[in-house]
């Protein structure tokens, strides 16, 4: 089967508790551009349990089809199934691109999908776009360039150089994409998409593990990929104790509190508060950067955030390089001086 008779471009609509997660909807978005780039469709898969009442949301975000693997094997995540579901929808339906999040269950699904349909796949991508490749032929050799191929960019060597992979030979192109980076597109109230069931079956192969409990992270923290306000502080805060400060600017601005990894390292603050890239992708409308010096690896998760504000004692911290307003000084008076300024708004 040769390559061109690949098409369309596929999203894996992630779902927990029969809730499509954010990155269904922003993978959506991305795979619609794409699409009317390659003059092509999207469809999206839904792998899950009674979950056919999902399908008119993936319409109205962007979704021509949906695919349906219904099954109860499916209630909750597990690798087997899943991977067999979705392996099996690219071996019957031949897409040209899957899309896959890169969120715990993305990182998981996609690269065992990759090794059964034997292509390759670039993870936790930041940009993906159809263009050239290679990107600059060497002149003489335009003959040699591939058009119309995924162009997949990710950061490398931790975040110190970006890479742009393309996977020119094989069929589909797929990617992992890292939440919280696309857009999602404004719905369309009362879309519709071409609705398709399909059973590859299950058999007892499928079931490595079972499920004996499922253990709910009860905390009412907000995440902090949802927060419109987000307050963060940086090593430069100087304690666990510290970050107190930093909660009660963020109670009077309504905001929530995150850190960066130095933070997290030190054992001051949760893991799932940490922004980066090996932490989450924020973009709120305020980015208060507090003691934070603004490593590459920092400002890969925030620096899409509309105003980021900075407040650092070093001028020449990196951070001032992505602020739209930086504070010189030193944050223990400056913090508590603007929570009281911002208390009298
Ligand atoms: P520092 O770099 O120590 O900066 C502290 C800042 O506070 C300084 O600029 C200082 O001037 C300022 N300061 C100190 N005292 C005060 C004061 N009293 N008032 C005002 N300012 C003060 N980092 C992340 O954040 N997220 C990631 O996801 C992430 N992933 C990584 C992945 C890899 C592979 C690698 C190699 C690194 C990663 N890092 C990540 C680490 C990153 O390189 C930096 O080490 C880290 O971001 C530094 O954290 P920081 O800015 O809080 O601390």
């Known amino acids: 089967m040769g390559l061109e008779e690949y098409k369309g471009v596929y999203v894996f609509a992630q779902q927990v508790d029969n809730e499509l997660s954010g990155i269904a909807f922003e993978l959506l978005g991305k ?7 390659l003059g092509t469709d999207v469809t999206a898969v839904l792998i899950g349990s009674d979950v056919k009442g999902l399908t008119d949301e993936l319409a109205e975000y962007g979704a021509d089809k949906v695919i349906v693997v219904d099954d109860p094997e499916l209630k909750e995540y ?11 929808v690219i071996n019957e339906y031949k897409p040209e ?20 349909v034997q292509t ?27 058009h119309n191929q995924l162009l997949m960019t990710r950061p490398a060597f931790g975040g ?11 069929r589909p192109q797929m990617a992992t994409v890292r939440p919280g980076v696309m857009q999602k597109i404004e719905p369309v109230k009362g879309a519709k998409a071409e609705v398709i069931e399909y059973n590859p079956g299950f058999t007892p192969n499928n079931k490595y593990v079972e499920i004996l409990d499922i253990v709910k992270d009860l905390s009412d923290t907000v995440d902090i990929m949802d927060a419109k306000i987000l ?13 107190a400060m930093l909660q ?11 850190c960066s990894r130095a933070v997290v390292d030190n054992g001051w603050m949760p893991k799932e508060l940490q922004v980066g890239q090996t932490g989450k992708t924020v973009r709120p409308n305020v980015y208060f950067a507090i003691g934070i010096s603004g490593a590459i690896q920092h400002t890969a998760g925030m620096e899409e955030s509309d105003i980021i504000v900075a407040i650092n004692k070093d001028e020449t911290a990196p951070i001032f390089d992505v602020a739209d307003y930086g504070i010189v000084g030193d944050l223990n008076k400056i913090v508590p001086k603007l929570t009281e300024a911002l208390k009298e708004v």
């Open 78 to 88: 597990r690798t087997e199934p899943y991977a067999h579901a979705l392996s099996s």
């Open 231 to 243: 307050v963060s502080g940086g090593r430069g805060v100087g304690s666990k104790e510290n970050f």
């Open 120 to 146: 390759g796949l670039t993870a936790d991508c930041t940009v993906l776009e159809i263009g050239d490749f290679p990107i600059n032929a060497i002149p003489g050799q335009e003959d040699k360039q591939k």
């Open 97 to 116: 691109i899957v899309l896959v999040g890169a969120t715990a269950i993305g990182r998981d699904l996609g690269p065992r999908v990759s090794a059964r």
């Open 248 to 258: 009660d600017l963020a109670d009077v601005i309504g905001g929530t509190v995150s």
């Open 31 to 37: 795979a619609k551009e794409l699409a009317s780039d």
């Open 160 to 170: 110190n150089t970006i890479a742009t992979i393309a996977c020119p030979d094989n």
